[in-house]
């Protein structure tokens, strides 16, 4: 069974380094083989890994990392139910989007490229779930980050691409700087990296509450909030949509945004120590999953909405877990990778049919045209708005705001119902701005839809059929492994929960139904002028973080550099240079080789003394 | 010798002490800078002449044989120099011999 794990790993690897050394001598028939095989015998190991499971929590040593003392990091793997849920998800959803690349990226340049990092990506994402100590876990923090880089700026020849690469590459890295001195923390206190122990030992070493343990909570909360896209680390998603819609699918929805998640229901015993930080850690997501899906509301960029939508959903699963409830946290991040991969992938679908054109108002009518699209985004859309008993989303998102309800956090609760109404609502804008009414341009008028039944229909209609409450059955708990949820022993009634959710849930759907459908004029000509004009534009800007980043970071850094450029200190340095260079000028002129100039200077020499000794001797002789 | 006042013969000495000067600072030839080299150290001869004579002291015509000594030393180097630089730059012009760039 190790070995089988260990396996999935390598492949991705052995793949990545193939490809990587080949390059572009190899064709890109045989780099999307060899890309989308290494996966999907990955997810064939992981499969055969997931039936032959036991049930026990195991441990596999490959070797010592770096042995230093005490300092001793292995490179080891950890299987037990979380890990191997996030392997089945990782090499699971990563193997149909792979899949769909084929069709995706057919005709690009670079496919090479393109798959080493993808398969890099896997094989990172793979090591950040399965490590055994914080370390190596870093390790496949950095490699996904790494990779994230690489393919959002895929399209490097426009500069802007690069620049959201950067982006996102350096405002996860602010996240990334704190868990690393979470992890300094953790192991100067207690003396290890290894996940295991370090969970065993918190507890006696750290009260409840105590200073330390709330620190080392915040760090560790820090790297989680810029990797999975929270308030205020989150302005890199929505830009990070310049990458491939494939890769917003793998790394930007489905998998690496939730690394923060996993991370801090991993550490779930530190997070309970620190009950202050774990209440920061729902609020957060409360604000996180509004402000987010207002942002949504007022996106015309089809992938931007998604992105928006995507932080929002992460929102709900960092409520879960503020409310202790990571069972349900990695539920709904189990729901949330089906059917946001199936939203993502039914978009690359409609992108490519229609030329690159993503643009909302240049889109629409095309539901007759493009029917596997439009299925897919019903399917996921119902998964998205949590419609009830027969969409996956319904089942995860209901049992976070149950638990929400149990631990009496009703700010929570609150903050989820509304999102719920909202979600609804740009939901409904979304599938009615890309299917219906009048087509916005000449690509949307004649879509070429995608017929490759494998590369194509298969992953969309695997990834729907999961977006229902077949994929919520198959999530089966994880049992022991974290402590219990606040809802266990509640005697509050789930039922009434249920009724307020799908209150909510048809709330949103009919009150988008009246705005869109009935009240359409009268949406447009308000958004059109005056306050409502502004109310669209800071919600298209996301609340204009991006600007309060701009004004209150960068430029007073900026400023700050070119006032340094010129200090003072460094004027007074240069003008003992500026006085010498001009000494230096001066005398050069006078070492000229000419005779006649060195006799007159030598007569002004002696007669200077001599004028200036009768006048000091003052004529007494 | 009595009859000429110690103060013309200083001041016929100056006159030529500040004609050999000026032809040293003002002369472009090499030649004609040695030549005034040789006038302004006879000027100095001449007053070392004047001062030993109204003192009645034989220690300036000693110091006189000593300069004109130095007169022929100085003469003979100075003549191989412009030997020298004649052949290097068939001129003597002291101006157009300086290789530096200052």
Request: hydrophobic share 55%; net charge neutral; charged share 10%.
């Amino acid at each position: 069974m190790t070995a089988t794990t260990v396996i999935s790993c390598l492949l991705p690897l052995a793949s990545t380094v193939t490809l990587a050394f080949a390059g572009e001598r190899m064709g890109p028939r045989a780099s999307t083989l060899i890309g989308v095989g290494s996966v999907g015998l990955a997810a064939l190991a992981t499969a055969w890994t997931l039936l032959t499971y036991s049930g026990a929590s195991q441990g596999v040593t490959l070797w010592t990392w770096v042995a230093v003392d005490d300092f001793q990091p292995t490179i080891g793997l950890t299987v037990n139910r979380l890990s191997l849920l996030m392997m089945a998800i990782i090499t699971g959803v990563g193997f149909l989007i792979h899949l769909f690349a084929a069709w995706y990226m057919a005709g690009e340049v670079g496919i090479t490229r393109f798959y080493a990092w993808m398969n890099l990506f896997v094989f990172s994402m793979l090591i950040l779930v399965l490590a055994d100590n914080l370390l190596l876990l870093f390790l496949g923090w950095e490699g996904v980050g790494l990779c994230s880089y690489g393919l959002i700026g895929y399209y490097y020849q426009h500069e802007a691409n690069n620049w959201a690469a950067f982006k996102a590459f350096i405002v996860t890295r602010i996240g990334d700087v704190f868990l690393a001195l979470g992890m300094f923390l953790i192991f100067v206190k207690l003396g290890t990296l290894d996940i295991g122990q370090v969970l065993d030992q918190a507890p006696q070493v750290w009260a409840e509450g105590s200073a330390t343990a709330n620190i080392a909570a915040l760090l560790i909360l820090g790297g989680a909030l810029g990797k999975s896209a929270q308030v205020p680390l989150h302005t890199w998603l929505p830009d990070a949509m310049a990458g491939p819609t494939p890769v917003s699918a793998l790394i930007h929805a489905a998998t690496m945004v939730t690394a923060g998640v996993y991370l801090i229901a991993r550490l779930n015993g530190l997070f309970l120590l620190a009950p202050d930080v774990l209440l920061l850690v729902g609020v957060i997501g409360a604000v996180s999953l509004l402000l987010a899906a207002f942002a949504a509301l007022a996106q015309t960029d089809i992938k931007r909405v998604l992105a928006y939508s995507t932080m929002s959903q992460i929102g709900y699963m960092f409520v879960a877990l503020g409310v202790g409830a990571f069972d349900a946290a990695i539920f709904h991040l189990t729901t949330h990778a089906f059917f946001k991969a199936l939203l993502f992938l039914s978009a690359g679908s409609v992108i490519i049919s229609c030329h690159h054109e993503q643009e909302m108002g240049r889109l629409g009518g095309l539901w007759r045209k493009l029917p596997v699209a439009y299925a897919g985004f019903i399917v996921g859309g119902a998964a998205l708005v949590a419609l009830p008993l027969i969409s996956a989303g319904f089942f995860s998102k209901d049992e976070i705001l149950w638990q929400a309800m149990a631990a009496d956090q009703i700010g929570l609760l609150l903050a989820g119902l509304l999102g719920a109404v909202l979600t609804g609502l740009y939901t409904v804008r979304l599938i009615l701005g890309i299917f219906h009414g009048e087509p916005g341009s000449d690509h949307a008028r004649q879509p070429e839809p995608g017929r490759n039944p494998v590369t194509h229909h298969l992953p969309l209609i695997v990834l729907a059929a999961l977006s229902t409450f077949l994929g919520a059955w198959l999530y089966s708990g994880l049992g022991e492994l974290f402590p219990p949820a606040p809802g266990e022993n509640s005697e509050t009634s789930h039922t009434l929960l249920q009724v307020l959710a799908t209150g909510a849930v048809v709330a949103g759907l009919a009150l988008a139904g009246w705005l869109f459908v009935m009240r359409r004029q009268w949406l447009h000509s308000v958004a059109g002028k005056g306050a409502g004009a502004r109310c669209w534009a800071l919600l298209n800007r996301a609340w204009g973080f991006d600007a309060l980043f701009k004004w209150g970071l960068v430029r007073p850094w900026q400023w700050l550099v070119r006032g340094l450029r010129f200090d003072f200190i460094n004027r007074g340095m240069n003008l003992l240079a500026l006085i010498a260079r001009a000494g230096n000028a001066g005398l050069v002129r006078t070492q000229n080789g000419r005779m006649r100039t060195y006799a007159c200077v030598m007569v002004l020499g002696v007669t200077v003394i001599l004028i200036s000794l009768v006048l000091t001797s003052g004529g007494g002789t | 010798m009595n009859g000429i006042p110690m103060e013309h013969g200083l001041m016929l000495a100056a006159i030529l002490f500040t004609l050999g000067l000026a032809g040293l600072m003002l002369r472009r030839s090499m030649l004609f800078v040695l030549m005034s080299l040789e006038i302004m150290l006879n000027a100095t001869g001449l007053a070392f002449i004047v001062g030993s004579t109204a003192w009645n002291q034989p220690d300036g015509q000693a110091m006189f044989l000593l300069v004109i000594t130095l007169a022929a030393a100085e003469a003979s180097v100075g003549l191989a120099l412009m030997i020298q630089l004649y052949q290097r730059f068939h001129s003597l012009k002291l101006d157009n011999v300086s290789r530096m760039r200052g």
